[in-house]
């Protein structure tokens, strides 16, 4: 028995060996044990450190060509101090105070007057500085550096600070207000850091962009995001083609770039959307391309010169393409051809839809707009118009939109007169009659639930002609509808004249 005995009692000798040991580790790991010192291995090293993604190559190569503007204005003399308190002047907020009012002697100045303690009294005030301040680029190592037009609008003086802090004065070469943008001259005997305009049709939505400026004063701030959109209209003109960003855009950025990560310019900033005056995270930048095509003007002449039309022009609806006979809903349909214009000299007629321009096709109205301003006053194109379900090709020399005056009012709306003989078109909820100077067919009254109320048709509209077919009473208006409904048309297109200014509307064909 004892011969069998000892394996076992050596084997829980090594067994009881073998769980200290383990207990001692975990011990020694701060596994269990409390009061212990951990012990650890070596900290892991990498030999050579991991490349890590950001922006400083690139704001340390571009950041000396972006600078700050400050623009001096004279501005007339405050005729009532306390009118224009709030940042706007100096007067004090508690002027209206009554006599009895125990804060108003701190307010009180010796002489009776009013003002914030410690303010000497003023007399008559002569004229005075206000300063601005916006954000630009030199473009060229000779000077030459684009801002806003909204940033010198104004100005008399116009001061560029570095971004080492040294200043430099500058003069005004030329703005364009349509595209606001602002081309300024720094003279020095010294050569600037400059950078350049990079292709934005390679920007992609989401790809990174940086913004360099001066927002609210504080100078050479950068601030990254991405490209939220582009070809946004903000209404702003008739060439509106903004790309959207995110990077943080604030008062005082106005006129700096927007840059790829290759460095170069893919739009200067321009506007904000910000209820609240601070930046939200939506931002314009006026595109790299249409920036180059003005400043590059600036430069030569020192002003922009743009060819001209000269058409008023509307969206083609579905409604509208289907009721013309266009396969699809695309370029812009005359509204009304301007007197004396180069496109009434050339034949363009109202109702024309323009598909067109020296072959390239036309999307929309504003497309248009910004493909005939790139031409130069005097160039001849040939525009495309779709006329009664063809396509005609029309010779145009262009005008200078510089030289229009666009001051110019309109006259006197028509006289509708007093309806007589009113005629219902059964199906389209329109009364008609005819206009006192036998052009067109008025509205005289429209039942609310019909497709003509829902299309925005009013009494007081004159339809002047249907289907591109002139119409002086409701036989031709009838006539017009039924020969739209014998074709196979599902909508028929009135052209509504009020207050002299042209609009067409698509009603469905109505069934009888």
Known sequence: MQHETRPQT???????????????????????VANTIPVFADPVKVDAPQQQFGFADVVEKVSPAVVSVRVTQDVKPAMDRGQQFGGRGFGSPFENLPEDHPLRRFFDTPDGGQGMPGMRPRGPQGPRQAIGQGSGFFISEDGYLVTNNHVVDGGSEYTIVMDDGSEYDAKLVGTDARTD???????ADRDFTYVEFGNEDSVRIGDWVVAVGNPFGLGGSVTAGIVSARGRDIGAGPYDDFLQIDAAVNRGNSGGPAFGL?????????????????????????PASVAQDVVASLRQDGSVERGWLGVQIAPVTDD??????????????????????PASKAGIQTGDVITAVDGQTIEGPRELARRIANYRPGSSVEVTVWRNESAETINVELGDLSSLDEAASLSD????????????????????TPSEDG???VVTD??????????????????????????????????????AAESGRKAALFQLRTNNQNRFVALPIAKS
């Open 439 to 441: 052009e067109g067919v």
């Open 262 to 286: 290759d460095g170069k310019v893919i739009g200067v900033n321009t506007a904000i959307f910000s209820p609240s005056g601070g930046n939200v995270g939506i931002a314009f930048a006026i």
């Open 181 to 187: 943008l602002a081309l300024l001259k720094v003279d």
């Open 10 to 32: 050596k084997r829980k000798g090594l067994l009881a060996g073998v769980l200290a040991a383990g207990v001692a580790g975990m011990a020694l790991s701060g596994g269990i």
């Open 413 to 432: 709306g028509p006289n509708r007169g007093v309806p007589v003989d009113p005629s219902s078109l059964s199906g389209y909820g329109l009364t008609l």
């Open 446 to 483: 429209i039942e609310p639930d019909s497709a003509a109320a829902e299309k925005g048709m009013q009494p007081g509209d004159v339809i002047v002609s249907v289907n591109g077919k002139t119409v002086s009473d409701q036989a031709d208006v009838r006539d017009a509808l039924s020969q």
């Open 320 to 341: 509208i393409a289907e009721a013309v006979g266009l396969s699809e809903a695309e370029g812009a349909i005359v509204t009304l051809p301007d007197n004396e214009t």
